[in-house]
């Protein structure tokens, strides 16, 4: 039955296709039919995702971003030419990336890749010039090849334009001039944020408006350079904000950060914050709980005791509270001591300055490199209900907490410091919190504030009306920079004792900061696509070498030996069953 079927259709089918070709007229409709096919594969197509982490799927967020493309926005990527083999994943990963990207909006996306050294049309700069206006500056790469160690310069940058703004991109998220195929799987899982981030900001017709403290002794100096140029001023409206003195914080706030402050705040000051937030509003603080300071020390012994900032009610009703102690760690920054007292100054491990990890479960620490703290405090966390509470910083393994009041001396580099004493793993320097907050004047409000409020056309709210955020780190000195030679600032998180030299190392001080900043004033939601993580499975590089030829044998030589057992196997076969 089924033989006949077939037949049926066969004597069917080539008895209308000779009919059509016979016609005089036939080619047409199969002209026509060639030419819907090939009209619909390139503009309806679609990729099935067989990878566990989904990799080649672009989240929700991403998508729709992509979908409300307005303008034209062109992407150049510098990793054209020769590039290390490390490189050369991740540029096919990019080229991946922007495949998706164009495929869901069109037209609207090109993409180019470059040299470093090519100028960009209709100007006299190259790329790599215009990296460096933008304080992107190539990775001097050492890969191990057979003959040895070589040195390579790789600019792993793009430049996202539209109209007449420039967002740059660093693809590459390294720290070591060394080839890290971890550090290389991470800057992959980040490239769809990196990207999708990059062409948001490009796309907004104004910047959110960031709101800096102060009137509470918070820094307006050179400290601030690098905070106020290369963070918030290129991606943001700057605008200061006294809440001792000004009615009201502004809903137009994006977010508010208050860094460092050193004068305690007043009733009124603080209601101000609070009624930001019982309104949605979002603040990141960064703050020192202790008077410490490296100034002090240099002259001699320094006792650290509390600041009596006033915030401590205010921390504790939205679900933490940072600890009048210091956090000392194992695993820290250097200083200079003149040890043998004869003026000649060494670089020593200072105890005091922690280098804090990222534990790593959230978009904003996601990928994060090691963070570096100056007399940090340490926080715990507070049973709240409806605040979800995730730890973002937090020190080594090996690290302890010191009481206040805490005398603080050079003299302690003199001797080794004893391992035993720093059991306590782990412990909590930065932290997030989110939900609808309560009101920490709750039931406890005074009248003439209240009054004051109305006054301003506030009304006081007890509970909050929408989802709040508030970031704090309990170090003041994380989003500012140090200064070398007198008045030459340097990049946050970059110790002014190695800057410039072969000890030098970039911490991750400001990509922490961009982090928090792009997650509160998140208007896309892209967090979605920086939560994503690739699993790296790396062959062993010993058995590869030990087992080369084996699987190049298995690979190449045997198929191509059943394929020769199988063709003479099927003309014995044959020649016996026709020969008979």
């Known amino acids: 039955m089924c033989e006949t079927g077939i037949k049926f259709f066969e004597q069917y089918f080539f008895k209308r296709m000779k009919k059509i070709i016979n016609n005089k007229w036939g080619w047409v409709p199969v002209l026509l039919v060639l030419l819907l096919i090939n009209w619909m594969a390139s503009s309806y197509h679609s990729r099935i995702d067989f990878t566990a982490q989904q990799r080649f799927t672009l989240s929700a967020a991403t998508s729709k971003m992509l979908q409300d493309i307005t303008q034209p926005v062109t992407i150049d990527v510098m990793l054209n030419g020769s590039l290390p083999s490390g490189f050369k994943k991740l540029r096919s990963s990019t080229l991946d990336a922007l495949k998706n ?128 140029q290369n963070v918030l001023s290129p991606n943001y409206k700057l605008f200061t904000f006294n809440p001792e003195t000004q009615p009201k914080v502004p809903l137009e706030f994006a977010a508010l950060m208050i860094v460092k402050p050193t004068r305690g705040f007043s009733e009124m000051a603080k209601l101000k914050l609070d009624q930001y937030v019982m309104q949605g509003g979002k603040l990141l603080i960064s703050v020192d709980q202790l008077n ?58 200072w105890n005091y300055f922690p280098v804090m990890e990222s534990p790593s479960n959230h978009p904003i620490n996601k990928n994060l490199g090691f963070v570096v703290g100056k007399f940090v405090n340490s926080i715990d966390t507070v049973e709240v209900p409806g605040i979800k509470k995730t730890v973002l910083l937090q020190s080594s393994a090996n690290a302890r907490t010191i009481a206040t ?78 200064v070398v030679k007198g008045s030459q600032p340097i990049p946050m998180g970059m110790n002014p004792y190695t800057y410039g030299t072969q000890r030098e190392f970039p911490f991750a001080n400001k990509e922490f900061l961009v982090s928090a900043l792009d997650y509160l004033t998140d208007l896309q939601d892209l967090s979605e696509a920086k939560g994503k993580d690739y699993i790296l499975r790396l062959l062993d590089g010993e058995r590869v070498k030990e087992e080369k030829l084996s699987w190049q044998f298995i690979n190449i030589v045997a198929p191509l030996v059943l394929l020769l057992l199988g063709g003479l196997l099927y003309n014995f076969l044959r020649k016996k069953r026709y020969a008979s």
Do not use: H, W
């Open 405 to 482: 009041p805490a005398l603080i001396s050079g003299k302690e580099n003199e001797t080794a410091p004893q391992s035993e004493k720093y059991k306590r793993a782990y412990i909590p320097t930065a932290i997030l919190l989110e939900g609808k907050f309560s009101s920490v004047y709750a039931n406890r409000l005074p009248s003439a504030m209240r009054d004051t409020l109305a006054a301003y056309n506030a009304p006081y709210l007890p509970e909050a009306t929408t989802e709040g955020k508030v970031i704090i780190a309990a170090d003041g000195d994380l989003f500012l920079n140090n």
């Open 292 to 349: 410490a300071e490296l100034d002090s020390l240099q002259k001699g012994e320094v006792i650290a005791y509390d600041r009596n900032l006033n915030l401590g009610d205010l921390f504790f009703k939205y679900g933490c509270r940072v600890n009048p102690d210091l956090v000392m760690d194992l695993q820290c920054d250097f200083l200079p001591f003149d040890v043998n007292g004869d003026g000649q100054f060494q670089l020593l491990p």
């Open 101 to 228: 990207f164009k495929d869901i909006s069109g037209t609207s996306i090109k993409y180019n890749f470059v040299a470093p050294t090519d100028v960009i049309p209709g100007t006299n700069s190259t790329y790599a010039d215009t990296s460096a206006a933008y304080n992107l500056y190539p990775i001097n790469l050492t890969s191990q090849v057979e003959e040895g160690q070589q040195q390579q310069y790789v600019y792993p940058f793009a430049l996202v334009r539209s109209g007449e703004k420039t967002v740059p991109v660093s693809l590459y998220s390294g720290k070591t001039p060394l080839i890290n195929f971890q550090e290389l799987n991470s800057s992959e899982a980040l490239l769809e944020y990196n990207l999708a981030n990059a062409i948001s900001k490009v796309m907004r017709l104004e910047n959110p408006v960031i709101g800096y403290a102060i009137g509470n002794g918070e820094p307006e100096n050179i400290t601030t350079y690098d905070l106020v």
